[in-house]
């Protein structure tokens, strides 16, 4: 068990190093955006590789911290009973959660979305606009990586939720992360 822990963990402290890094990058994000619209509106002049790069950033922050969102317990749950639940009962109903419509859902993301991400990264995938950015398979990338992740992260949910029902964790099974 001890082992487990060791591997949640680490899961754990990938996810929030991931995590920290993508809020610092949604500043960039915003100003990027607010540089598109005063380009475009104040001064009538469109950018396309600029416009391109708040909404690809935009897309890439936001699966890829999805993971993060799930460890600091930030996602959107349909909680009318799960919050009513004891320590055990939420655990039981993680390790459903992520052994039955988690895993088979990012199985599905995955192996659906593959065979587009590795014709775009053999073809190195540039945007379809003029102008645009050179590197779309970027942004497809995301998508698996964002299976990945989210796929450990239930992992580590699953993991620390089996703690709390073996009795070797007294804390809820996902613990919140400190935003310093």
Known sequence: MRTLGAIAGAI???????GRILIWAMP???VIAAAVVILRYG?????PW???????LNGIIF??????????????RVDVLFSRLPARGKAIVNILGVLVLLWPSMYVVATSGWPAVARSLRSLEASPTMDGLPFLYVLKLSVPLFCLMV???GLSLAIRSLETLVGRRRAEPLQAVRHD
């Open 12 to 18: 754990d402290f990938f996810t929030d190093c991931v």
């Open 28 to 30: 960039f994000v915003v």
């Open 43 to 47: 001064f009538a002049i469109g950018l």
């Open 50 to 56: 600029l416009s391109e790069s708040f909404v690809w």
């Open 63 to 76: 699966t890829l911290g999805a993971a993060y969102l799930m460890r600091s317990d930030s996602h959107v």
């Open 151 to 153: 796929s450990a992260q």
